[in-house]
């Protein structure tokens, strides 16, 4: 008999000429004018879906190497194209059921793609029904025509997560959740419950590999791993890459079954990080129901932020804190310096007197020993030059923790080697000239998500990532993943990655067997190759040994003590908004404000120490909440990715790491400022020097405020030179920067002014589905681009009254319980 397996039946040898896929390639896809080819791991995906929801499962996970692509939007084309042709032919029972399919995603912006897409002369915008549901519940169509859900029964609709859970007032029928485009669980969690809310018969998933979906629903998954994709490339072939709206690039070059590692040793380093770790995880075995006293979360948040950095300390702290990513790392070493647990009894009394000294002494010296002069600098440049000669003409992308690190890292390596650190931190290019020229390097972090790209790169991991992130070394962004780890590090390592093969190959297994797939290739979990090192970091001579060595009795120790180390540090949150505690856990009480609105009394809880966007008159504003009163008018994000609507209408202009670029232009002007007012000691000196190089000035508070950024910059470009000077700073003198840095503040003003203007029109526009003259206004200011969608994330809402303090969840921030009615006390509100 012959031996059937699952690409057999994903990718028939003998396609009938009225298959789905040769119907499509015959009246020829294009994406912008451009030919969608779709290839045998797009074919695979999508029958293996058909398969599964012909097959009753309800709920299905599909996994993909990290990467921004539109698999979820032509998941959505799929389905409503086949039940479409089923609706036309009455041919054999479709498996799509009834009811409408709904593409679920942050901003994925299935209208405008539709609308660049067509089969044959037939645009799919119109040939599949679509509509973009509404912040109210109702739906629009491209032509702006608004109507009720239950009026399309049979629609292909796309919902925007940030516009929260708008009801449709109708049950649906698949729901296709883009989990890649969410940046947290929360969000994945509130778009399951929508599907729930709305009865959803099917719900599809398309994640990143490596990303568990949690025990709500019994799931089928089918993750893409390595393994998979080689075999497809090697039975099947491969086919020209062109946007995101195919898999091809992932089979572009043959995929590696595993990272490669670059091995460093540093015997102090090693010992004093396998002691804090060994005080960190005998803590987290402390039982007791009382939170982790404060000097050691400090010492877990020093140890994540000390592992993350590979040049300076103090420079990464300067982001750290200008990045409003809580405490760096001085600030932190002060808390454990004087933290002695005094007073504390029972397990944490035993737990100061037995383990406290030596995870306080080991991470206060691990942090004078990397202060002092970080030995992994050294390695990183010399990695840059190992990838520059031996991956020569390939882009080098260099992956950090977090954005302060990358920010770091990116302004020493400028200084190091020349260039901008500005352009380090933006996106490579796609493409086959993107390796060519000064743009080979770059610095990001990883929440920067890259497209998936058929064109050579190497990204450079810097240290273990989190078992979380174990995904983003097998990622579709790049064809080639360097883990660069400590030696005690690396069977922690290859054991997290071989745990995550193993899992990955059950679930295909499982699949496998419910849909009657056939054989699947058998699993093979190789050590990982080492193709740089070992370097011992604590000799002069950074040349690595001619064969990696591994001191097998400290990998084991510290491989088994990591696993519960990873547990506590993630427990312990760090900040991702600017004023928020260092110190405060995510799920941690807050101190907030209770507000009451107009027009029901529906209250609105903000944390006390925040800033929020009002209108203030014809003027956009800034303010604390504790300056909101009466008849205020709070703008407020709807949904998902709590964003401002000035840094959402940037965003609509510019890319993420063009963003970022911005942001870090910004901060070199900050800091400049800074170190002007500690050499000159208060601001009318720094005052008096500004006018002394011929500025026009005239109050000191205004240069304070360039400080604080509640001014964005100043509006004479030569302010911003003649800081530069006054700092020597480099930075914004050398190559141009402080004219780039005086027209993107020109350009972040204008839309700050137009905002002040047109803000409560463009919206009432918006909402109403019309486009009048305050929506024109702002699309032209935004280089002709439609925002009436980003301005349906956002909510005008009038302040009735500011009421009490108290502690409330992190969760329930920003989010409106339900209305009150208008005698309730905002100090009673829930």
Known sequence: MARVTYLDRLVPPDADPADFFERVQALRMTDRGHTVDLGPLDRATLTLLSRALASDQRSVYLGLPRGRHDMAVLIGIYLQLIRRGAELTGGSPCPVPDGPVVVVGLRTNVTVRLAQLAIGRQNLSRALRMQRIRGDGRVVDLQGKITRAVDSPSGLFYLNTALGRPSLGTSVGTVVIDRTSMANDQSWERALAWASEHDAARVVAVADLGTQPGSSRAWTQWPWTPALRTDVRHTLGHRPAYGPLTSNALLAHRPAAAPSVAVYRHEQLAELYRTVVAGVVAARRVHTLEPWPQPIADAVRLLNLLWCSWGSIGRQDAWQVLMGRGSGARALARSVSRGTLEGRAGPWGLFRETQWPDLRRGVLDL????????????????????????????????????????????????????????????????????????????????TECLAWDASPRLELHLGVSSTLRTGVLFSGAADEHVAVVEQSEYTWLERSAGRALHGWHEQIRQTAAVLRLGEVPELATPPLPVVYGPVDLSRPSSVPDDSPQRDSRLALDLSALFEDYDASARA??????????????????????????????????????????????????????????????????RGDGQSRLHDRLVMVMHDSAEVTAMDTMIGFFRQAITAVYEQRGSWPDVLAALRNLGSEVSSWQTVSKWADGSVIAPEDPQDIHRIALLARDTRLTAGGTWQRLARMAEELRRIHRALGHTAAAAMAEAARGTEGPALRQLKTLCSGIDVSEVLEEFDLVVVRRVGGQKSVSAAVLGRVPGPRSASSSPQEAP
């Open 367 to 446: 942090y004078e020993l990397l202060y002092d002069g970080n030995p992994r600098w050294d390695l990183l440049l010399a990695l840059i030059d190992w990838a520059r000669a031996n991956r020569a003409g390939v882009p080098l992308l260099v992956r950090t923790r977090t954005r302060s690190a990358a920010a770091a890292v990116a302004e020493e390596l400028a200084d190091a080697l020349g260039g901008d650190a500005d352009s380090l931190l933006l996106a490579p290019r796609t493409g086959p000239a993107a390796g060519r020229g000064a743009g080979a390097l770059h610095v990001m972090p990883y």
């Open 572 to 637: 312990i949150g760090t900040p991702a908004k600017p004023g928020r505690s260092a110190t405060a856990a995510a799920d941690d009480p807050v101190p907030a404000t209770a507000v009451v609105t107009e027009p029901e009394g529906a209250v609105l809880w903000l944390r006390s120490d925040e800033q929020v966007d009002v209108l203030i008159g014809q003027r956009y504003a800034r303010v604390p909440v504790t300056a909101l009163t009466s008849g205020s008018r709070l703008l407020r994000a």
